[in-house]
């Protein structure tokens, strides 16, 4: 079955090549996709499973925490909380990062609920004239940072038990991504042509009704687009997984290099997509210094998947990812060397354990932490601008 398989994909190659006069990346990403579909015909019960499983996670985690959190952004966004934000965070966030006041939005989203809502948010501002295409571009690569909740509940407390080591790799993840706007240069431009501030939306903003409609709409939009790329990349990890080619290929890799089988797998799926490639690592018995180096590599540099989600934000507009793929990969190479100076000189379980000790379960005490930033950062512009104090 297998020869047959391979034979019929090479056959496939040779036609595309001597019949099709398209360019040689329309005619790879045909045979890609030409595989992809076999491969799915050939182990429907296996990818079933996959996509299943891929699905459970939105509905399960994702979704429940990142609709509510889109659709208060939006409401906010809508009744200028941009603006007050910027005038309150904007000085303190953005001028030792060298960015403009109205880019503390997008980097207090993504500290807060992770990817990709930086980017969303930084190239809303880019889509509205309020900041420079240099300036989306730096701002790509700072707010970009994974979810507080899935570094430390996720990956802290369920991959590795331990979720003070969860601490650690948030903290380095944070770090690289502030040593990421030191190295980037940020370019002059024309600031009479850019805004300071968001623009408002021709639609007046005093119907809360048309607001909420809107706030909805946009963010069953945006949530089912990540969805779509939970569920896409959860297939084709498991079709890469159980890939012969693959398999000999990662074998030859790791005998070469001397490293365990299932180190160089869990890397490898972690580049495709960060969930799966940190639950692989954390797995594996390792050292914990390099398991962790892996680990906060594959967070801050996100994976294909996460690269997939900016892209559907930044398509639209002349912002390349070839940078910002190879900025993502310096930033989880600065993370890794980060994470392990800390865990080398810093890390103390007793210390750790007095800094973050709780009485309740810690996923419960964060989730109301996190509930109440949410409800203050939506209340607060409102109160403020009622009380014309900005």
């Given at each position: 079955?297998?020869i047959?398989?391979?034979?019929?994909?090479?056959?496939?190659?040779?036609?595309l090549?001597?019949?099709s006069?398209?360019?040689?990346?329309?005619?790879?990403?045909?045979?890609?996709?030409?595989?992809l579909?076999?491969k799915?015909?050939?182990?429907?019960?296996?990818?079933?499973?996959?996509?299943?499983g891929?699905?459970?996670?939105?509905?399960?985690s994702?979704?429940?925490s990142?609709?509510?959190?889109?659709?208060?952004?939006?409401?906010?966004?809508?009744?200028?909380?941009?603006?007050i934000?910027?005038?309150?965070?904007?000085?303190?966030?953005?001028?030792?990062?060298?960015?403009?006041?109205?880019?503390?939005?997008p980097?207090?989203?993504?500290?807060?609920?992770?990817?990709?809502?930086?980017?969303?948010?930084?190239?809303e501002?880019?889509?509205?004239?309020?900041?420079?295409?240099?300036?989306c571009?730096?701002?790509?690569?700072?707010?970009?940072?994974a979810?507080?909740?899935?570094?430390?509940?996720?990956?802290?407390?369920?991959?590795?038990?331990?979720?003070?080591?969860?601490?650690?790799?948030?903290i380095?993840?944070?770090?690289?991504?502030l040593?990421?706007?030191?190295?980037?240069k940020r370019k002059?431009?024309?600031?009479?042509?850019?805004?300071?501030?968001?623009?408002r939306?021709?639609?007046?903003?005093?119907?809360?009704?048309?607001?909420?409609?809107?706030?909805?709409e946009?963010?069953?939009?945006?949530?089912?687009?990540?969805?779509g790329?939970?569920?896409?990349?959860?297939?084709?990890t498991?079709?890469?997984?159980?890939?012969?080619?693959?398999?000999?290929?990662?074998?030859?890799?790791?005998?070469?290099?001397?490293?365990?089988?299932?180190?160089?797998?869990?890397?490898?799926?972690?580049?495709?997509?960060?969930?799966?490639?940190?639950?692989?690592?954390?797995?594996?018995?390792?050292?914990m210094?390099?398991?962790?180096?892996?680990?906060?590599?594959?967070?801050?540099?996100?994976?294909?998947?996460?690269?997939?989600?900016v892209?559907?934000?930044?398509?639209?507009?002349n912002?390349?990812?070839k940078?910002?793929?190879?900025?993502?990969?310096?930033?989880?190479?600065?993370?890794?060397?980060?994470?392990?100076?800390?865990y080398?000189?810093?890390?103390?379980?007793?210390?750790?354990?007095?800094?973050?000790?709780?009485?309740?379960?810690?996923?419960?005490?964060?989730?109301?932490?996190?509930?109440?930033?949410?409800?203050?950062?939506?209340?607060?512009?409102?109160?403020?601008?009622?009380?014309k104090?900005?």
């Amino acid at each position: 079955m297998k020869i047959l398989f391979y034979i019929l994909i090479l056959s496939i190659f040779v036609l595309l090549m001597l019949l099709s006069k398209n360019s040689r990346l329309n005619i790879f990403i045909t045979i890609l996709c030409s595989l992809l579909i076999i491969k799915i015909i050939l182990n429907p019960k296996m990818c079933i499973g996959a996509a299943l499983g891929g699905a459970k996670l939105f509905v399960n985690s994702v979704f429940p925490s990142l609709f509510p959190f889109l659709v208060i952004i939006n409401v906010m966004m809508e009744f200028g909380g941009i603006e007050i934000y910027s005038k309150i965070f904007g000085k303190i966030l953005c001028k030792p990062l060298n960015l403009p006041s109205n880019c503390s939005f997008p980097l207090l989203v993504s500290f807060i609920c992770g990817y990709p809502l930086g980017a969303k948010y930084s190239c809303e501002l880019y889509a509205n004239n309020s900041i420079s295409l240099n300036t989306c571009e730096r701002l790509l690569n700072i707010a970009s940072n994974a979810g507080p909740l899935f570094i430390i509940g996720g990956v802290g407390a369920s991959m590795l038990n331990n979720h003070y080591l969860g601490y650690l790799l948030l903290i380095s993840n944070y770090i690289s991504c502030l040593i990421m706007a030191l190295l980037l240069k940020r370019k002059s431009s024309n600031v009479s042509a850019i805004n300071n501030n968001f623009s408002r939306k021709a639609f007046p903003v005093d119907n809360i009704g048309s607001v909420l409609k809107r706030s909805i709409e946009n963010s069953v939009f945006t949530s089912l687009s990540i969805g779509g790329f939970i569920v896409l990349f959860s297939v084709l990890t498991v079709l890469l997984k159980n890939d012969a080619i693959f398999s000999r290929t990662m074998l030859c890799i790791s005998n070469i290099l001397h490293i365990p089988l299932n180190l160089t797998n869990g890397f490898i799926v972690g580049i495709m997509e960060m969930t799966n490639g940190c639950a692989s690592l954390a797995s594996i018995k390792i050292d914990m210094i390099y398991k962790l180096a892996l680990l906060s590599f594959i967070i801050s540099f996100g994976g294909i998947s996460i690269t997939s989600q900016v892209y559907s934000f930044t398509y639209k507009y002349n912002i390349s990812m070839k940078k910002y793929t190879k900025r993502k990969f310096i930033q989880g190479f600065i993370s890794s060397i980060i994470t392990i100076f800390m865990y080398k000189l810093f890390y103390n379980p007793v210390i750790f354990t007095s800094m973050f000790s709780y009485n309740a379960s810690f996923n419960n005490i964060y989730i109301i932490k996190v509930t109440i930033i949410l409800i203050i950062l939506t209340i607060l512009p409102c109160i403020l601008k009622r009380a014309k104090i900005i």
